[in-house]
Antibody, heavy 124, light 109 residues
Framework: QVQLVQSGAEVKKPGASVRVSCRAS????????IHWVRQAPGRGLEWMGW????????NYAQKFQGRVTMTRDTSFSTAYLELTRLRSDDTAVYYC?????????????????WGQGTMVTVSS | EIMLTQSPATLSLSPGERATLSCRAS??????LAWYQQKPGQAPRILFY???NRAPGIPARFSVSGSGTDFTLTISSLEPEDFAVYYC???????????FGGGTKVEIK
């Protein structure tokens, strides 16, 4: 079945970087955009950006420009999120999510599958 | 960027009651409006891809309506498993962006 499995929880100090992975299975990885969404404790969902696995093209939310990098390794059907210069308010659960539609025009389509989430804690 | 405002923030109801959740956009939505359900400690789950497209396995007691800037998610008769937080979401290909509403928590009264 379709699955997105993320890497485990991370604890980082302010100013450090974190990389979260998202391994896809059960579908053709390169056919569907992958998005990253985060959720601070007790807060709502915040979109961070997407990557097109086929080409590696990316689009980042303006808020994260300059601090975020999304990459992928098609050999391992895995997407990666890297966030640099971490601050305490980056403490959140980070989710990857797959769009529903496989067309190249579906960059911002709804998400039909989410990873289980990765807790990133930023604390000195 | 289109902003989505959900109301109320919290809805306190009893099992069997009807829940009506609102999502209002800052400008007319021409692409889609999706709805998600999130339970504590879990990732969100899609309910509706757009106004007319129910996700697989979603019970018929869930329905959506609306167009333009005003959208509604209705749960006709709340079951115990429906108490959760609900988010609306829209996306556009150009400019490429995606936004979520702030969420509505449906809690047991």
């Amino acid at each position: 079945q379709v699955q997105l499995v993320q890497s485990g929880a991370e604890v980082k100090k302010p100013g450090a970087s974190v990389r979260v992975s998202c391994r896809a299975s059960g579908y053709t990885f390169i056919a569907y955009y992958i998005h990253w969404v985060r959720q601070a404790p007790g807060r709502g969902l915040e979109w961070m950006g997407w990557i097109k696995p086929k080409s590696g093209d990316t689009n980042y939310a303006q808020k994260f420009q300059g601090r975020v990098t999304m990459t992928r390794d098609t050999s391992f059907s895995t997407a990666y999120l890297e966030l640099t210069r971490l601050r305490s308010d980056d403490t959140a659960v980070y989710y990857c999510a797959k769009v529903h539609c496989s067309s190249s025009s579906c960059s911002s389509d709804p998400f039909d599958m989410w990873g289980q989430g990765t807790m990133v804690t930023v604390s000195s | 960027e289109i902003m989505l405002t959900q109301s109320p923030a919290t809805l306190s109801l009893s099992p069997g009651e009807r829940a009506t959740l609102s999502c209002r956009a800052s400008q007319s939505i021409s692409s889609y409006l999706a709805w998600y359900q999130q339970k504590p400690g879990q990732a969100p789950r899609i309910l509706f891809y757009d106004v007319s497209n129910r996700a697989p396995g979603i019970p018929a007691r869930f329905s959506v309506s609306g167009s333009g800037t005003d959208f509604t998610l209705t749960i006709s008769s709340l079951e115990p498993e429906d108490f959760a937080v609900y988010y609306c979401q829209q996306g556009s290909n150009w400019p490429p962006a995606l936004t979520f509403g702030g969420g509505t928590k449906v809690e047991i009264k």
